[in-house]
């Protein structure tokens, strides 16, 4: 039962256009949800996050969107740039449980 | 350290054996996590440890799965009778507690090969 999916597994986008991640999640008691970005042989390291109350949280060239209703989320990049070539995996949990359920991720690729 | 330790990077097993796979947290965080990663699948949760106890092991595959945390610091995953389908990586995560959500760490992981 995967309660939280990427239906993408890869994307590629040309450097300095934005970068569109898509995520689906399931279980409609998670209320928290994170990107993470992957670089081969090193662990995934914490992007941004959004609670359950807002519908959009920024942080410089990231965006998360946050549709409740459509149980949707999706990161926005822009610009993209070489550096953001990774796998990103969405992630969802639930006020007060410390466990994070995980996507099966996208690997982007930025195009110089 | 200066961040989530684990060792080793990388392990070969013959079906069969017992392994131990380590973490060293970041010093300081009380909550430690074990997920792993199979072949194109996402992490999958294992366990997590708020100091030594394990308030969470939902995650952990079968009776062969067992971890351990001495002085809310090291962790050790044990694997015995390791089988096929034990190969992944497995990836160790600490925060510091009550930012369990947000306060992630990963360590670089252990890739687990049985053969």
């Known amino acids: 039962d995967q309660q939280v999916k990427q239906n993408s597994p890869s994307l590629s986008v040309q450097e300095g256009r934005i970068s569109i991640l898509n995520c689906d999640y399931t279980?409609?008691?998670?209320?928290?949800f994170l990107w993470y970005k992957k670089y081969p042989a090193e662990g995934p390291t914490f992007l941004i996050s959004i609670s359950s109350i807002k519908d959009k949280n920024e942080d410089g060239r990231f965006t998360v969107f946050l549709n409740k209703s459509a149980k949707h989320l999706s990161l926005h990049i822009v610009p993209s740039q070489p550096g953001d070539s990774a796998v990103y995996f969405c992630?969802?949990?639930?006020?007060?449980?410390?466990?994070?359920?995980f996507g099966t991720g996208t690997r982007l690729t930025i195009i110089p | 350290g200066a961040g989530v330790s684990q060792s080793p990077s990388n392990k070969v097993t013959e079906k069969g054996k017992d392994v131990e796979l380590r973490c060293d947290p970041i010093s300081g965080h009380t909550a430690l996590y074990w997920y792993r990663q199979s072949l194109g699948q996402g992490l999958e949760f294992l366990i997590y440890f708020q100091g030594n106890s394990a308030p969470d092991k939902s995650g952990l595959p079968s009776d062969r799965f067992s971890a351990e945390r001495t002085g809310g610091s090291v962790s050790t995953l044990t694997i015995q009778r390791t089988q096929q389908e034990d190969s992944a990586v497995y990836l160790c995560?600490?925060?510091?507690?009550?930012?369990?959500?947000?306060?992630?760490?990963f360590g670089s992981g252990t890739r687990l090969t049985v053969v």
């Open positions: 995560a600490s925060s510091v507690s009550g930012q369990g959500t947000l306060g992630y760490t």
């Open positions: 992630a969802a949990s639930r006020f007060g449980n410390e466990k994070l359920t």
């Open positions: 279980n409609s008691m998670f209320d928290y």
